[in-house]
């Protein structure tokens, strides 16, 4: 079956570094997606990944293992405005969407 | 207005009721997508449009009724709902995927339903 794992929650500091792990298993694969939602919001898009390394957009970077089936999403410099959900999808053969549970990222002053 | 649009943005019905959810998206994408998304569960895909034809239902109850006159509008008719119904309910659109390949969803605010 298909299926994507993340934590359910996350606590770190402002100005901290945190790094949200995703393992997933797809049917065929056709990328990572990592997604961010504020509560009572819309998700919103963060980056993708289809080949093996790191990709860095600003403060936020995205990790691909395609033989591990892992991703990770890193986020530099926290700001209190990054609590939110954080949304693992990989894409599968078909180009839909399987997406975890969501990790929510709690900050603390 | 831009983005992906869904009206309304809170609804409260009864098991008897009959309701629809409206979409609309301003990007010029040709997919579009229902999702329900419950507390601490993943999002959960329920149709597919690509180019106005429904390539995607995952088996989805009869009661969840989805219509796609255009490119830019989605909706979802609802009746006779279940309390475990209530969730909140998501509109996406995004390129064509079958021909473009991967490309990423755009949300809009979602409609808080609750089943009474």
């Known amino acids: 079956g298909q299926n994507i794992d993340q934590p359910t929650e996350m606590t770190a500091t402002e100005g901290a570094i945190v790094q949200i792990n995703c393992t997933y298993q797809t049917s065929g694969f056709n990328g990572l997606f990592w997604y961010q939602q504020h509560a009572g919001e819309a998700p919103t898009f963060l980056s993708y990944?289809?080949l093996d390394g790191l990709e860095e957009k600003g403060r936020f970077s995205s990790f691909l293992s395609r033989s591990k089936g892992y991703s990770y999403l890193l986020l530099k410099e926290l700001q209190m405005k990054d609590s939110a959900s954080y949304l693992c999808a990989g894409m599968d053969s078909n180009y839909q969407l399987i997406w975890g549970a969501g990790t929510k990222l709690i900050i603390k002053p | 207005e831009t983005g992906v649009t869904q009206t309304p943005r809170h609804l409260v019905m009864g098991m008897t009721n009959k309701k629809s959810l409206k979409c609309e998206q301003h990007l010029g994408h040709n997919a579009m997508y229902w999702y329900k998304q419950s507390a601490k569960k993943p999002l959960e895909l329920m149709f597919v449009y690509n180019f106005k034809e429904q390539t995607e239902n995952n088996s989805v109850p009869s009661r969840f009724s989805p219509e796609c006159p255009n490119s830019s509008h989605l909706f979802l008719h609802l009746h006779t709902l279940q309390p475990e119904d209530s969730a909140l309910y998501l509109c996406a659109s995004s390129q064509d995927f079958l021909a473009g390949g991967p490309s990423e969803q755009y949300f809009g605010p979602g409609t808080r339903l609750t089943v009474t």
């Open positions: 990944n289809v």
